[in-house]
């Protein structure tokens, strides 16, 4: 199965702040990539597909990169309303497995 | 309006049976895969199970061989059948997939709890 992981578990940033979360593939998955961000008690919400496609109705300060084995998620001014877990997915096979997370909190 | 809604959780003993439902409206759930993906108290998200448009079913190890995914067509509902439940079962449990090509989750469940537990 293809392992994901990602990095830094835990993010403490303020309003403003340029945020960056990597996720590393254990074997390549093309540009078959997703992140989702979670609030507590709520269902995850789909942010970017395809790597880098943006999700209908998600603020453009969101952005995906990446291809092969590592990606990236970037908030470009993070505000109050960002600060949730996020997690990325592989759905290159048919074990879409998650990252474990990152948590951005308030600094 | 595109949603799903699951149902059928709640408090089973160790070694007991649960059914999930997942009724869709505004789509179909046969037309692309879907999926369940559970979240333990406190934890990060797993996959649990996929069954694709064609039939064919996948699941994650920790339930494979307990665990069946299906779908009902004519009710546009999807399934999860939980036999043997154990203690590190207890989780949300949530029903997603793709409503277009992109191939991600574009649409979740509510989900539902599944506690287990003497």
């Known amino acids: 199965d293809i392992q994901m992981t990602q990095s830094p578990s835990t993010l403490s940033a303020s309003v403003g702040d340029r945020v960056t979360i990597t996720c590393r593939a254990s074997?390549?998955?093309?540009?078959?990539l997703a992140w989702y961000q979670q609030k507590p008690g709520k269902a995850p919400k789909l942010l970017i597909y395809?790597?880098?496609s943006l999700e209908s109705g998600v603020p453009s300060r969101f952005s995906g990169s990446g291809s092969g084995t590592e990606f990236t998620l970037t908030i470009s001014s993070l505000q109050p309303d960002d600060f949730a877990t996020y997690y990325c997915q592989q759905y290159n096979t048919y074990s879409q497995t998650f990252g474990q997370g990152t948590k951005v909190e308030i600094k | 309006e595109v949603q799903l809604v699951e149902s059928g959780g709640g408090l089973i003993q160790p070694g007991g049976s649960l059914r999930l439902s997942c009724a869709a409206s505004g789509f179909t759930v046969s037309s692309n895969y879907m999926s369940w993906v559970r979240q333990a108290p406190g934890k990060g998200l797993e996959w649990v199970s996929v069954?694709?448009?064609?039939?064919?079913?996948y699941y994650a190890d920790s339930v494979k061989g307990r665990f069946t995914i299906s779908r009902d067509n004519s009710k546009n509902t999807l399934y999860l059948q939980m036999n043997s439940l154990r203690a590190e079962d207890t989780a949300v449990y949530y029903c997603a997939g793709p409503t277009n090509q992109g191939g991600a989750f574009d649409i979740w469940g509510q989900g539902t709890m599944v506690t287990v537990s003497s």
């Open positions: 074997q390549s998955i093309s540009s078959w």
């Open positions: 069954i694709y448009s064609g039939g064919s079913t």
């Open positions: 395809k790597a880098s």
